[in-house]
DNA sequence: ATGGGGTGTAGTCGACCACTCACTCTTTCT
DNA sequence: AGAAAGAGTGAGTGGTCGACTACACCCCAT
């Protein structure tokens, strides 16, 4: 009976890991400085103590936090790179580009990123794990697409520009300026 | 005499205008939560109470300075597309850019911008002044260069990559990715 | 020369923040 | 059975924040 899966305590990594997923919730709204660490475990169903077991600082968990955002983009840019393999570099971006929006109609996701770009301006250890983290999703987007330097700079430069329409909510105004800025982008 | 300049205290208007002036370089590095209302009361060179005197709330402060920034980038924009006036659309756009370019050359500007979008997520106040801040821009860019949507909207996105490479400090890592992002970016 | 209104500050206050520690309860090992 | 190891928390700590009040100062019109 030692694999038995019936345990009231979860174990710390396991813990770690649904802190990481419901703390996106807790960050997307008001950001590093906005959100404090009482807000993150009661997200996550622990005690604010418990949170300090599981990460050594504020900064810490936030990082965590980014670095796990850029694997689910980076896992949603793997299928739909998938999906469009052996067609042309500018098809293979479509389809990446169709998978970044279905990831992101969740819009906690795009608001970390958002939030995470604004906290590296004064925070190094913030600064370095968004660095390494558009590091690695540009390389990837270029290798795995194969387009050139012109298409991959226009898939980032729409992709901040998604960043810019979800945070100001410009689905909910209807006008000239909106349609302009937003077409062309999928919205699920 | 009664325009004589000489006077040791200011008009409550030209403090209120300096204060805008100074909070932006105060506001840059950590944002709307990130700042306390004694920075910015330091960076004006006046004590904290009276910033509330200035402003009701803090609130009210961010959004001021906020307008404030929209108001000059409106004003860069002008001088860029006067410059080329008479041009094809595209070399109106390009006259533009490169004004708004040396306009944030000031990193500070830009990264209220940032910071602007970001506190937009969770502060109404803050929406508010940033969707007008861009209807507005956006219909200027559109009006004055006579640039088809397309382009309008190219020229944002790039705004928006803008954004990114200052905030990460994209200048100081030398790597082929970066080299993608800011390409044919121009830098002052 | 003085009264009054605008300029500016010191001091304070309750709320809340990141972070700590002593402690309990649960699971596992022997 | 009992102890060691780990999960999880209640109750704080010192410090700081936004906001407000009460008061001093300066300038100009009268």
Redo the contacts with the bound molecule.
Sequence with gaps: M?T?R??????????RESVLRTAIGAFAGKGY?G?????V?RAA?????????LF????A?FTAVVEYCFHRVRAALEEGAARATGSTPEAVLDSMGDAYARLISDNDLLLVQLHAQAAAVSEPAVREAVRTGYARTVEYVRGASGAGEEDVQRFFAVGMLCHLLVSIDAEAVDAPWTRTLAKGITRY
Excluded: C, M, N
Excluded at 6 to 15: D, I, K, M, N, Y
Excluded at 35 to 39: D, K, L, P, S
């Design positions: 030692k038995e019936r345990r009231q305590l979860s174990t710390a990594e396991e813990r400085f959100t404090t660490t009482t807000e475990a169903g622990i005690s604010q103590a418990y949170v300090y077991r050594p600082t504020k900064e968990l």
